[in-house]
């Protein structure tokens, strides 16, 4: 997956996509094979190099999992507290800073269960991006929300690979979120690649799985 670029895996429910993103990082071992961040194998880390390699990934999940019992300012300080050395008052500065990139300075003070799903999502990538990451793991970013949010969601992270050189590696079965983020797509069919390039070598595969899954509007 090509450094500052941005590489959307298409598949089917069931096919691998969100596997893929946590064998990356490392949350799931491979029954065959190795996995590399850069240089280093993730499969074959100690622990705290594994952690080196960690601090570099941000990760969106699906549900943006946001701890409930603190504020959307401390969800995204949480990670600086716990991976940096910085005093208290440059957490809360760096934390209201990616938290105003996506548009919630003013929710800074709320609490996660008052927030709309999209509100959520952008806090989840405020936190994902609080140790400023090289690459960014995004899990269905479109899950859940209505077109104009879901377009906003994309509107971001293409945002972030231009603006910052972050390298994105996208899971979705939303065909229009792919189109928009996409420099490469991959398509994922019983946890194999089925088919990679451009969209619009995927809507010319040979496969016509790929070719359907392509003209569909959510992919599903």
């Known amino acids: 997956m090509p450094r500052g670029r941005a590489t959307v895996v ?3 429910s069931g096919t ?3 596997v893929t993103l946590r064998h990356i990082v490392g949350l799931l071992q491979p029954d065959a094979g190795r996995v ?3 240089d280093a194998e993730v499969t074959a880390l100690s622990p705290s190099a594994l952690a080196a390699v960690r601090r570099r ?3 969106l999940f699906q549900n943006a999992a ?3 019992s603190i504020t959307v300012a401390e969800n995204v300080a949480f990670p600086m507290r716990r991976h940096t050395t910085l005093s208290d008052g440059e957490i809360r500065a760096r934390a209201l800073e990616k938290l105003a990139a996506v548009g919630l300075a003013r929710a800074a003070e709320s609490m996660p269960g008052s927030l709309s799903g ?3 999502k952008r806090a989840g990538l405020a936190r994902a991006m609080a140790l400023d990451p090289a690459i960014l793991l995004v899990d269905e970013p479109s899950a859940g929300l209505d077109p104009v949010t879901s377009e906003e969601i994309d509107d971001l992270l293409v ?3 231009h603006e910052r050189g972050t390298t994105l590696v996208v899971v979705t079965h939303n065909i229009p979120s792919a189109r928009r983020i996409a420099d490469t797509m991959l398509f994922l069919h019983e946890g194999r690649v089925l088919a990679s390039g451009t969209a619009e070598d995927l809507e010319r595969c040979e496969h ?3 070719r359907k899954f392509m003209q569909s509007e959510a992919g599903g």
Do not use: T
């Open 66 to 68: 946001l701890f409930d």
């Open 36 to 38: 590399f961040v850069d």
């Open 10 to 12: 298409l598949g089917r």
């Open 208 to 210: 016509e799985l790929v």
């Open 159 to 161: 945002g972030l690979k």
């Open 16 to 18: 691998g996509k969100s």
């Open 118 to 120: 999209g509100m959520r």
């Open 57 to 59: 990934i941000g990760f």
